[in-house]
């Protein structure tokens, strides 16, 4: 079945330094990812996704994210973290055809000052 | 432009009223997607809407929910005799053709006393 996992719960990073949100994926076939984020009281936003192509793929406020096909991973990273990234983040999938995206449970990243 | 809206933006109901959802999509998307976030968790695929094909509903927890797409445009999600367990929020999330990342609105807080 297709899945998507956020290992950790949460992650803590000083402001500054680099931060990386963990998601690994199962799906049969080739995957579509995405991250998206969501800010205390909005809702989801668009961050970055992988279709096909470049590994590293470059998104919004920073962000970018690999996908690396062998260890099932699609992680999201950013060189120099800010407190207002602070948020929940969502891995998400489909695949194929298919336009339901399955999301992972989210993590929430606390960046302080 | 307008991006996806919802209402209400907030919803206190008691245990065995029924409710309704109201989703305003990007105008022109095609596609209509309904989820649910409960307290603390990911986000859970209820129903989807594609063009004028029957919409997928293999996301619908019981048979006490129900949504609607009139006109290709607005939709509707109804829940019937609502139980304390459907309190969340229910986000709303629509998308033009192909794989680009889906709007999502700022979502009804439900709240079943």
């Known amino acids: 079945a297709q899945s998507v996992a956020q290992p950790e719960d949460q992650v803590n990073v000083a402001e500054g330094n680099p931060l990386t949100v963990k998601c690994t994926y199962s799906?049969?076939?080739?995957?579509?990812l995405f991250w998206y984020v969501q800010y205390p009281n909005r809702g989801l936003q668009f961050l970055l996704k992988?279709?096909?192509?470049?590994?590293l793929v470059k998104g919004s406020y920073g962000f970018e994210a690999e996908f690396n096909k062998s260890q099932t991973s699609f992680h999201l990273k950013k060189p120099s973290a800010l407190v207002s990234d602070s948020a929940l983040y969502f891995c998400?999938?489909?695949?194929?055809?298919?336009?339901?995206?399955?999301f992972g449970a989210g993590t929430r990243l606390a960046v302080h000052p | 432009g307008a991006g996806v809206s919802q209402s209400p933006s907030n919803k206190v109901t008691e245990k065995g009223k029924d409710v309704e959802l109201r989703c305003d999509p990007i105008?022109?998307?095609?596609?209509l997607y309904w989820y649910r976030q409960s307290l603390g968790q990911g986000l859970e695929f209820l129903i989807y809407f594609q063009g004028n094909s029957a919409p997928d509903k293999s996301g619908l927890p019981s048979d006490r929910f129900s949504a609607e797409r009139t006109g290709g445009s607005v939709s509707t999600l109804t829940i019937q005799r609502t139980q304390q367990e459907d309190s969340a929020v229910y986000l709303c999330?629509?998308?033009?053709?192909?794989?680009?990342?889906?709007?999502f609105g700022p979502g009804t807080r439900l709240t079943v006393l």
């Open positions: 105008s022109g998307h095609t596609a």
């Open positions: 799906v049969s076939g080739n995957p579509y």
């Open positions: 999330a629509s998308s033009g053709r192909g794989l680009a990342g889906k709007g």
């Open positions: 992988y279709i096909t192509g470049d590994n």
């Open positions: 998400a999938l489909t695949y194929g055809g298919y336009n339901k995206l399955i």
